[in-house]
Every structure is written in structure tokens, then in C-alpha cells.
């Protein structure tokens, strides 16, 4: 294993230490339970939102946290759930009067974990409502969710109710448009290397040279099938084909088309695969709206990506071009 680090049991807080230090214009970073909030936080009567889960998978969550976008992120080791003290604090620092809303990718230990968080604060009189992303159309179930995991569409989500919460929309309407993102999101991924896990020292999963899975999540958990590595093209047509039959996206459909990197693949690879993408959307008459394309929600150092395809409305269009200022997302400030 060769990583930059210190000591593996040191790696997260020394990340969020060094987070904090480049970018304390924007956020706070809070520890002992560790969570990073706005700088500005809380926000009166504006609605929270907080989302969380293991590290290792930046620019999500932590670098989504500011104007726009989210108002806290409870990061947990690398692969590990946070846990329900730190979504509790995050809750509380964030919560302006207006209540707050958890963004929770659906995997077992966020689930139940911010589920807990959300008793506690309600118990003390803050309003809380939960949405669990649910996109990825690989698998059913996996050996970190019952249904389906929640990946690419968390970033649209994120940005999307942010911008609503910006706004001063209440509660109740910034959940339901996130429920509105989660049902006409959908997302797969694939992998052309394993990561390592620093605690572990070895690698998530084994695969030769001359092979690749397809459909795997984002803490390197097997996907549909592993074949023979093939070339970009047929790999995302593979990954689409599969994400537009499962909505179904159809022709006259207008989404917002994200290719992402899931760590070490470089951007002159995704751009082919935005090109190949491109081209599908294309000749099945599905007009991409707006697209994203670089490293949104990683597996430390996998090589592979990850395709997104999110079925838009003028409202959703209009939510996603409003600024952001984050250290992940920033435009139009």
C-alpha cells in the first residue's frame, strides 16, 4: 500500500484539520462529534440541510457544504457510517427555526443512524424530514443496503434543495423536491481497478488486468457482473442502456447528464465517456440540459466512473442554475 498519510488511523481528522485550514472562508470544522458546517450557520428561518456518510468518497460530503448547497456534512471514517451524535450536533448547529432536512444515501448504516438523529432532534422541538436517495440501478440489494444504494443523484440533490433552501422555501417543499430529484434520478458505475481502504492495507475486491466490473458501489462492492475489460464505448453503452430502461427516459426527455470520476481516472478519460454519452442521449432523442463532469462522489483511488442521468422540468433546471459556493460546486457567485 503506498499512500500519502501519516498514520491510517489518523488520516480523516488530519484530512478535515487541513479541510478546515483551506477553506475556513466557507466552513467550520467541528470535532468531538465531527461534523463541518457553513461558516455562516445557523441561518434564521432558513431550512437546514445536512447530509453525512464515510470518508473516502470527497468532493462528497464535506465539499458541498455552503451557499447554495448544503448547511453541514457528518463525514465517518473511510467506509464507515457516521454516527448518530454527530448528525444530532450537525442538526442542532444548523437548525435556523425553519427545521432541517437529512439527505440520506440509502445504505444500512446511514439509514438507521440519521434515523436515530432525526428522534433526538425531534424530541427537542426541531422539525426534521429525511429523504433516502435510492438511484443506483445496478443491484437490488448489496452488502451495505436492503434496496437500492444512493449515489450520483445525492450531488444533484444536494445542489438542487440547496439552492430551494436558499431561497426560503419551507421544509416540506424543499423535501418533497428532493423526493422529486430521487424518483427521476438514476445513476450506474464501474470499476477498472479495486481501492484500498488504509485501515485495510489491501485491496476491497480482486480483479485481473484484462477485466472490469460493472456495476459496482461506491465502497467497492461487487456489482452485476465482472467481464472482459472492453473499450469505452461499449462500457457506456452498458452503463446507459441500463440507467435510460430503468426510468424509463424517453425521447423529448431533458436531463441533467452527470459523468463521474470515481477517484483515478483522469479528466481526459471522462470527457470520452461524456462524448460516448452524449452520443446515446443523442440518437434516443433525450436532450441534455445541463452535465457535470469530473470527480463528484469517489472510492479513494478506484480508476472507473460512474454515469447519471436526472429527468428535468423547468423548476428543477431553474434550482440547479442558481449560485452555489462551495468547495466542490461554485458558480454564478
Keep these: 500500500m503506498k499512500k500519502l498519510l501519516n498514520q491510517a ?3 480523516v481528522k488530519e484530512s478535515l484539520v ?7 472562508d466557507l466552513v467550520k470544522v467541528h ?3 465531527t461534523y463541518i458546517v457553513r461558516a455562516d ?5 432558513k431550512t437546514g440541510i445536512v447530509s453525512g456518510g464515510g470518508s473516502g ?3 462528497m460530503h464535506g465539499g458541498y457544504v455552503g451557499k447554495g448547497m448544503l448547511d453541514a456534512a457528518c463525514p465517518g471514517e473511510v467506509f464507515t457510517s457516521p454516527t448518530p451524535d454527530q448528525m444530532e450536533a450537525a442538526t442542532k448547529a444548523v437548525d435556523g427555526g425553519a427545521g432541517v432536512l437529512h439527505i440520506v444515501k440509502n445504505y444500512t448504516g446511514d439509514v438507521l443512524n440519521f434515523e436515530m438523529a432525526a428522534e433526538l432532534c425531534q424530541a427537542e422541538g426541531i422539525a426534521v424530514e429525511s429523504v433516502v436517495i435510492n438511484d443506483d440501478v445496478a443491484v437490488q440489494d448489496s452488502l451495505y443496503t436492503a434496496g437500492r444504494r444512493g449515489v450520483g443523484t445525492t450531488v444533484l440533490a444536494e ?3 440547496g439552492a430551494a433552501a436558499e431561497k426560503g422555501l419551507d421544509l416540506k417543499t424543499v423535501a418533497d423536491l428532493c423526493r422529486k430529484v430521487n424518483d427521476n434520478g438514476r445513476s450506474m458505475g464501474m470499476a477498472l481497478t479495486s481501492c484500498t481502504v488504509p485501515l485495510a492495507g489491501k485491496p476491497t475486491f480482486e480483479i485481473d488486468d484484462d477485466q472490469m466490473e460493472i456495476g459496482i458501489g461506491i465502497h467497492g462492492e461487487p456489482g452485476r457482473q465482472t467481464v472482459p475489460l472492453a473499450g469505452a464505448r461499449e462500457i457506456i453503452q452498458t452503463l446507459a442502456a441500463a440507467v435510460i430502461a430503468d426510468l424509463p427516459f424517453k425521447s423529448g426527455d431533458a436531463v441533467i447528464a452527470m459523468v463521474n470520476g470515481m477517484g483515478a481516472t483522469p479528466l481526459i478519460e471522462l470527457y470520452l465517456a461524456y462524448n460516448e454519452l452524449a452520443g446515446i442521449c443523442r440518437r434516443n432523442k433525450i436532450s441534455i440540459a445541463r452535465r457535470l463532469v469530473g470527480n463528484f ?4 483511488e478506484m480508476a472507473g466512473c460512474s454515469i447519471t442521468l436526472l429527468k428535468v422540468d423547468a423548476e428543477l433546471l431553474k434550482l440547479w442554475d ?3 459556493l462551495t468547495t466542490g460546486l461554485r458558480w454564478g457567485i
Excluded at 297 to 300: F, G, H
Design 297 to 300: 462522489i469517489t472510492s479513494l
Design 9 to 11: 488511523q489518523d488520516l
Design 57 to 59: 468518497h470527497e468532493p
Design 18 to 24: 487541513g479541510f478546515a485550514a483551506a477553506h475556513g
Design 159 to 161: 445542489k438542487i434543495c
Design 322 to 324: 442558481e449560485p452555489v
Design 31 to 33: 470535532f468531538d462529534p
Design 41 to 45: 450557520a445557523p441561518i434564521k428561518g
